[in-house]
């Protein structure tokens, strides 16, 4: 008999040999229905798959993210069997699963695939599913793989065989197509109920432009058709409010071809956001103990040696400028700078927690494919500190970050959210992750603790942690359902060790600190663009670029147009004032375009008793205050971030 350990910590015994759908079969038949996956260990395997040891296991259902994984994978299976199904020897590269669906590199030879091409795809994948084909795993001694594929004339098998050794070849099967794949896969093609094929797009083999050009299919599936009706729906409310489209329109932002691709400019209005956004975020650190540091720009390689970011993150580097004999990079992180100015000065016990911050411009290599708007960029600015702390203060350390997203959360109108804790695989200690099982342990253990402590929704998913700790991304949801992955924290117990940074403690011996990296409001790059979109551009407020327009009735009045903006712009509002020789009812429609929260109409009866006619966006007329009235309510709204 073996013990099986469940995620609720309970304990059950089974013969050797029992598989995760046996498992999920003995607790219920609802949950042998509905599960697809299985962690074993921290492992997803298939639910067939026999459990010989004592092993801790988690059944996944689609709505865990490694079940949604292997849903999405298994489903670009199908759509390779339909492909194959019309497009006989068609060659397959890789078919992994996204954020939302999954995709699959193929080579169709001399075939151009159209949208009805695409239509009959989807039909065929839908009457596969229908079939409800088993996966089935099988393995191959490589010699055999590589012959069998030679033969075939499969150069992309044979690369993947390349990298795989004899004993890990396994092949799987479903109806009339069979694949090379490590899996896991679902049970069978009949859980997959509703089917999508979403945009056909050109990508290089390995994604190198020197090689052959793919067709790259992206798809999406679902257990039911209502949640594929609400994604279509969501994408087509999303198109609406493309941070893109909005962002030129509202003059947020640009990109510019002498500037470079990736390398957003920030037009007066984006630059006002930002201020705001700083200034919530500043007063935010202040009243949390934060201190703000400044870092450079460019550093020598020998730093990111150090910090292990080269040579393993080279690649998402810009390359190295040389300089008097010494490589200078771009940074990429502000991390290593921060570590610097920590190991600047002897500290003590006392000293501690401290809390390093900077609004540090970071710049990224990004395939020029790759780049996104304003969510996938080149040059971006972080809402960045790194908490260095004893591990007693962690606790309340890592309490305090959770609590502060939470209020931004609610001033933002976020309501939606979800912590995805990703952890380590033990198995892959010394390779993936730092070999230091105690304090993964150790960090995994607080962070757990924490996240149960704060009530907070989260997500554990193995195996998806950073080189030197566990990580937490932060999934917020828009306005209309989409989700974004706007910041990570990470717990580091590496990096001190690397940078050789300690503290004195209170029994005068060296201690190392741990150190929490911290984002919560990302970039302004990518929060700008959430924001854009949860906000439809109808920016509240507070945070609105221009948050009152002046309208005078006509020319006569734009003095006191003048005095009423220039009193308004002395206390930090953002106010315009409209000069144009043009009819009111123009000028209010242009200023609506504009979506600014406040317009104020001024004439001849608002002149004489220093006021203003006031028009609220989105509700119309409120009737004429005196000027100082309205300044006393807007200075209230803004402090109450409305
Ligand atoms: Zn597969
Ligand atoms: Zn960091």
Redesign the pocket.
Do not use: P, S
């Given at each position: 008999m073996i013990n099986i350990t469940l995620p609720d910590g309970s304990v059950r015994q089974y013969e050797a040999g029992v598989t995760a759908y046996d498992v999920a079969a003995s607790i219920s038949q609802g949950l042998a229905k509905a599960v697809i996956s299985a962690e074993v260990n921290g492992e997803v395997v298939d639910l067939s798959l026999p459990i010989n040891k004592d092993a801790s296991l988690k059944l996944l259902k689609f709505d865990d993210p490694n079940g949604k994984k292997t849903f999405w994978h298994s489903s670009a299976h199908l759509m390779a069997e339909a492909l194959e199904f019309y497009y006989p020897g068609v060659k397959f590269w890789v078919g992994p699963p996204v954020d939302n669906g999954f995709y699959y590199d193929v080579d169709l030879g001399d075939n151009k695939l159209s949208a009805e091409d695409l239509e009959k795809v989807e039909k065929k994948m839908k009457e596969l599913a229908a079939q409800d084909n088993k996966y089935t795993r099988s393995e191959m001694p490589k010699a055999e793989a590589v012959k069998y594929f030679t033969e075939k004339g499969d150069e992309y098998k044979l690369d993947l065989l390349h990298n795989l050794n004899d004993g890990e070849i396994t092949f799987y099967t479903q109806g009339k197509f069979t694949d090379l794949c490590r899996g896991p896969h679902i049970p069978s093609t009949g859980f997959i109920k509703a089917i999508k094929l979403t945009n056909i797009a050109g990508a290089y083999w390995k994604g190198d432009e020197k090689n052959k050009q793919l067709t790259r299919i992206y798809g999406i599936t679902y257990p039911k058709q209502q949640q594929l009706d609400e994604y279509v729906n969501m994408l087509e409310e999303a198109k609406k409010r493309d941070h893109r489209l909005l962002g030129k329109e509202l003059e947020i932002f640009t990109f510019d071809d002498e500037v470079g691709p990736g390398l957003p400019l920030w037009l007066p209005k984006g630059g006002a956001l930002i201020e705001k956004l700083e200034a919530l975020a500043k007063k935010n650190e202040q009243e949390q103990g934060y201190v703000r540091v400044k870092s450079p720009h460019i550093a020598k390689d020998s730093l990111y040696i150090r910090s292990g970011h080269l040579p393993y993150y080279a690649e998402s580097m810009f390359p190295p400028m040389e300089m008097e004999g010494h490589k200078y990079y771009l940074k990429a992180?502000?991390?290593p700078h921060?570590h610097k100015i920590f190991g600047a000065t002897p500290k003590s016990y006392r000293d501690m927690p401290l809390r390093f911050a900077e609004y540090g411009t970071c710049y990224r290599y990004e395939q020029s494919g790759e780049l996104f708007g304003l969510m996938r960029v080149r040059s971006l600015q972080m809402n960045?500190a790194?908490i260095y702390c004893t591990k007693e203060q962690f606790e309340e350390e890592f309490m305090k970050v959770n609590d502060l997203y939470v209020k931004y959360f609610k001033i933002f109108g976020i309501d939606k959210y979800q912590m995805r804790f990703s952890t380590h695989a033990p198995e892959k200690l010394g390779q993936k992750y730092i070999n230091n099982p105690e304090m993964w342990q150790q960090t995994e253990d607080m962070v757990r603790k924490v996240l149960q402590k704060s009530g907070l929704p989260f997500v554990e998913v193995a195996d998806e942690a950073a080189f030197y700790g566990p990580k937490i991304d932060i999934q917020i949801w828009s306005a209309i359902g989409r989700e974004f992955t706007i910041a990570t924290n990470?717990v580091?117990f590496a990096q001190a060790e690397r940078f050789d940074l300690s503290f004195t403690n209170d029994k005068n011996e060296k201690e190392r600190p741990l150190?929490i990296?911290r984002?919560p409001l990302s970039t302004h790059e990518r929060f700008i663009g959430f924001l854009l979109e949860h906000y439809a551009g109808k920016f509240p407020l507070w945070l609105s670029p221009e948050q009152v327009a002046i309208l005078p009735i006509s020319e006569k009045f734009n003095d006191y147009g003048k005095e009423v903006r220039d009193s308004l712009k002395k206390l930090g509002i953002e106010a315009t004032l409209d000069e144009r020789p043009e009819k009111i009812g123009r000028k209010i429609r242009d200023t609506e375009i504009r979506k600014v929260p406040y317009m104020l109409v001024v004439g001849e009866k608002e002149m004489n008793d220093k006021a203003v006619a006031i028009r609220r966006q989105g509700q119309g007329d409120q009737g004429t205050k005196p000027l100082t009235d309205f300044i006393a309510q807007i200075q209230q709204e803004i402090a109450e971030y409305k």
């Open positions: 992180m502000n991390c921060h960045d790194h990470q580091d150190i990296h984002a």
